[in-house]
């Protein structure tokens, strides 16, 4: 590295931060200073032209269309004392190295910064990707000159997106809403998350019921669990094969669709029958690391694992960066370099031994649609990484988790491959009737977790299996005997598609091919401030705003919202970035139109400028406003309407005289979309425009008292006070009297000899009375109001009853049993109407009812009861923890093997769920005629997978 005691030499990077580690690594001859970002951009609108410009008809755009694009630049005000001080440094300056980021961002903040300043010494760029001693030393020695190139791409697609931007968003001004905007990308990620709002509206689900079967080997004792396959060689119906527009089951599914009866039958008609192994294939288990984080895998992660926002993520990475702990944060690139790869290769050696080393470095390839692969992926900064616990003292508490990320992924992508085996088993059972029904269980264990020691990654879906996660099997065979251990009837309902997540939102933006590593956080922050979506959570709902908007660019504008042309345009740009395209030459035809480009794109259609001026006109503010939802019982149409003051109902019949606009009701604010369903929809209206019903005023304060619906259900207010509706109550009907009861809620029933306040009260689980923390439930609601002192002590003295409701009186008393002289009862239970002696008890059969069953009928339905003995006790569930010894399932979580370092590891729980909500039934049902388990259709029969 040069230097001269003669020599000053003017470093200008970003930021303070990134400036003040550098100079540590540059001698005294060196000046680092930071240029706060940009130093000039587009001006905001005509105010902020120069003055002999304002005056031309492009002026708001601050772009010269008519000659050749060329962009008005302005420095922005609150970087003029920056520059001033730039300036100055650079009197004293023999040299001025322009060390910005290394992407087409930093290298049109230095061509800028060039633009701006005018040095009359020579100017040199100095590119680093990870600011390290090395590093920064490397980057002096070797300077290279601004690639206009790369200034080029950037000033596109910056002078594109106020093309598209500023002329859409005029377009949403005058027909939806002021204020508004509208991007090249980020309306495009409006539409994604509305489209699947529409999924969500659109869907209706589905219940549908299966058998699981707990099975003991001969000569073992490890049970384990099989599920329903199929009966007959039909294959039993499960979610995906429902239609979810529908619930109902998709034409030619050729399944079985079961329901509560026929599972329950089906599990009485399999109690006690041998169960045969029929098949078992066993493969090899293997699972290869993921590639180190690029930019969006960095967010999605970092949004799984640590609950961040992407913009949350960025600036702790941000950081990380400018104080030397990782390279460079905005990349698309899965490479790394062979310094890289070489110290996490040591790295592995030393803390977890030889074994975990393949014999080859990994390399990978990214699958990022226009990917820029001339980048390093993220990862530890150096060629020697430090493990979190050696920098733990220097970083803040989420710097650290962060860094703890990026290292366990880096090292475990140069990790051994994680290896196992996978187990496929059919078990086969025969009902009495001749019925031949299929189980199918499944099994993985993990003999070397390789990389998975470090590093699980996440899923956006919650009830996806964990990748260290085994599901372990006794030792079975071909023909091997099973004996039946219970079969337990389970029903199931199925979901609509998730939500996206910031996580899944960018995944999917990445996948298609949008947006670019420096844009996916900005966006993210982009339709959150403006309005078009809000957060639940992690979830991201559009707002009916957003559904407004989309619907105005799908309907008008579609080639400017389509997925792939959004993609081709980043195409293009990296085409201008790479030389190969003139700026120019896109932007004209994209603006004024041309013939270039297939049927149906924006140039053959005019240009941008001409639709946005011809189809102005043809726009239905009304109509691009209203969103359609439903057609009530009344033959009323249901919409929402997005208005100045936010969304509201309004429902109104076809041949509606002119004039009449119908009801209308507010939509309450957070709810979303899809939850406006016909029975909110409803009791929203009961409230009217106001949102509320008066229902008279309060006779103590005077203040009225008002009916609701809020996000929660309907509620009644005075003043400050506030109170929900019991399950009893309909908001149509409620009155004054009953409201002013509800507002007593929580009411003081008294207080205990201790002089403890007993409050009754309406909870989620139902009426409860409460002293301190003990709790009681009350059998009904109206004892909220009328339970005194004293049935409150009595009832807080009782024990409690662990969540058991009352015992139900019997449907019918039948009198005592001919053969055992027992008295037989019909009584209700979870899953039907049965009889019972008091110790055995058999389910009514689907053709019998509680009316016509006869003495006789339920004397020999419990003599066959009687006859198979008294079912078996259910053990006891044993803990997950077993040993592998014993076969129980266990969960391989992420060890951490540190030799010489505190290095954290973050370990992952496997989650034994099931993509649908499940809900059990007992196996107690009709042993006797076949329940026949309903055909969902007449197709061919299908064969069971696998066969």
């Not at 908007?549 to 201008?576: C, Q, W």
């Amino acid at each position: 590295m040069p230097n001269s005691a003669n020599t000053k030499r003017l470093v200008i990077v970003e930021s303070p931060a990134k400036a003040k580690t550098i100079s540590g690594y540059l001698g005294p001859n060196y000046v680092v200073e930071a240029s706060f970002g940009h130093v000039r951009d587009l001006p905001v609108g005509k105010k902020d032209m120069p003055e002999d410009l304002k005056s031309k008809p492009w002026a708001y755009l601050g772009v010269d269309v008519d000659n050749d694009f060329t962009p008005v630049y302005v420095i922005s005000a609150d970087r003029r004392k920056q520059i001033t001080r730039l300036k100055e440094l650079l009197k004293s300056a023999s040299e001025v190295y322009l060390a910005t980021d290394e992407d087409r961002e930093g290298e049109a903040i230095a061509w800028h910064l060039f633009e701006t300043l005018k040095p009359k010494v020579p100017v040199k760029r100095m590119v680093f990707h990870e600011i390290t001693r090395p590093a920064i030393q490397a980057a002096v020695a070797n300077p290279r000159e601004i690639n206009r190139a790369l200034v080029d791409a950037q000033e596109a697609r910056r002078i594109l997106d106020r093309l598209y931007g500023y002329d859409l968003s005029t377009v949403l001004w005058k027909k939806v809403q002021g204020g508004l905007s509208a991007g090249r990308v980020q309306s495009v990620a409006t539409r994604i998350v509305v489209e699947r709002e529409r999924q969500r509206m659109k869907f209706r689900s589905a219940e549908y019921w299966d058998i699981l079967a707990k099975l003991l080997p001969d000569g073992d004792t490890r049970t384990f669990n099989a599920t329903l396959l199929a009966i007959d060689g039909d294959k039993v119906a499960t979610g995906r094969d429902f239609d979810p527009e529908t619930g109902k089951v998709r034409p030619n599914a050729g399944v079985i669709h079961l329901d509560e009866q026929g599972a329950r039958g089906l599990a009485a008609r399999l109690e006690g029958r041998p169960f045969t192994v029929t098949r078992v294939e066993e493969k090899p288990y293997r699972r290869k690391p993921a590639a180190p984080f690029i930019t969006s895998t960095l967010q999605q992660e970092g949004s799984r694992k640590l609950r961040l926002s992407s913009a949350q993520t960025m600036r702790i990475a941000q950081r990380l960066y400018e104080n030397g702990y990782i390279t460079y944060m905005r990349t698309d690139s899965v490479n790394l370099s062979e310094a890289a790869i070489a110290a996490a290769r040591k790295q592995i050696l030393d803390l977890y031994g030889p074994s975990a080393v393949p014999p080859q470095p990994r390399r990978y390839t990214g699958k990022v649609k226009n990917a820029q692969e001339a980048h390093e992926a993220i990862r530890p900064a150096g060629d020697s990484f430090r493990t979190p616990g050696d920098v733990a003292k220097e970083l803040s508490a989420e710097e650290l988790r962060l860094y703890e990320l990026i290292w366990q992924r880096t090292i475990a992508s140069q990790m051994t491959d994680a290896v196992g085996n996978s187990t496929s088993v059919r078990i086969n059972a025969t009902t009495p009737a001749g019925e031949s029904v299929d189980f199918s269980t499944t099994g993985k264990t993990i003999t070397d977790p390789g990389f998975l020691r470090v590093y699980v990654e996440s899923s956006d879906d919650e009830n996806a299996e964990a990748e260290d996660a085994e599901r372990r099997l006794p030792v079975l065979v071909k023909g091997q005997t099973l004996t039946e251990k219970g079969l337990t009837a389970t029903g199931h309902t199925t979901q609509p598609p998730a939500r996206y997540t910031e996580a899944s939102l960018v995944k999917v933006m990445e996948e298609l091919g949008i947006g670019r590593p420096s844009t996916y956080a900005s966006i993210m922050e982009t339709i959150n401030n403006r309005g078009y979506v809000f957060k639940r959570g992690q979830a991201l709902i559009p707002s009916f705003l957003a559904f407004a908007v989309v619907g105005l660019l799908e309907k008008h504008f579609p080639r400017l919202v389509d997925y792939d042309f959004t993609a081709s345009m980043e195409n293009v740009l990296d085409e201008i970035a790479n030389g190969d395209e003139s700026a120019v030459d896109f932007l004209r035809p994209f603006y004024f139109g041309g013939d270039t480009g297939d049927e149906g794109s924006v140039p053959r259609q005019g240009g941008l400028k001409r639709m946005v001026t011809e189809r102005l006109g043809e726009i239905d503010a009304r109509g691009i406003n209203s969103i359609p939802l439903f057609r009530d019982e009344a033959n009323r149409d249901v919409v929402v309407r997005v208005g100045r003051y936010g969304p509201y109902l309004q429902r109104f019949l076809a041949d509606q005289p002119e004039g009449d606009e119908g009801d209308r009701a507010t939509v309450p604010d957070g709810l979303a979309p899809d939850e406006l369903t016909p029975e909110k929809v409803a009791e929203l209206f009961v409230g009217g425009a106001s949102g509320e019903r008066k229902l008279g005023e309060h006779p103590e304060t005077g203040e009225p008292i008002v009916l609701k619906s809020g996000r929660y259900g309907p509620y009644v207010s005075t003043g400050e006070k506030n109170s929900s509706l019991l399950s009893t109550q309909s908001p149509e009907h409620l009155t004054l009297e009953e409201a002013l009861q509800l507002l007593t809620l929580p009411r003081l029933v008294g207080k205990d000899p201790e002089g403890v306040d007993i409050i009754a009260s309406p909870g989620r689980y139902g009426p409860y009375i409460k002293r301190g923390t003990d709790t009681r439930s009350l059998e009904n609601e109206g004892q909220l109001f009328t339970i005194s002192l004293d049935a409150a002590m009595v009832l807080l003295q009782q024990p409690k009853t662990r969540g058991r409701a009352a015992a139900k009186p019997p449907l019918r008393e039948m009198g005592p049993d001919p053969a055992t002289e027992k008295p037989l009862v019909i009584k209700d239970g979870r899953f039907g109407p049965y009889v019972t002696d008091g110790e055995f008890n058999a389910s009514l059969r689907r053709n019998q009812t509680v009316e016509s069953l006869s003495m006789d009928e339920a004397s020999e339905m419990l003599a066959e009861k009687r006859a198979k003995g008294p079912a078996p006790k259910k053990r006891a569930a044993k803990k997950a923890t077993k040993s592998a010894e014993d076969g129980t399932t266990t969960s391989a979580s992420a060890s951490a093997a540190a030799k010489k370092t505190a290095a954290k590891k973050t370990t992952s729980a496997a989650k034994k769920t099931t993509a649908a909500k499940t809900t059990t039934a007992a196996k107690k049902a009709t042993p006797a005629k076949k329940a026949a388990p309903r055909k969902a259709t007449s197709a061919k029969k299908s064969t069971p997978p696998g066969e």
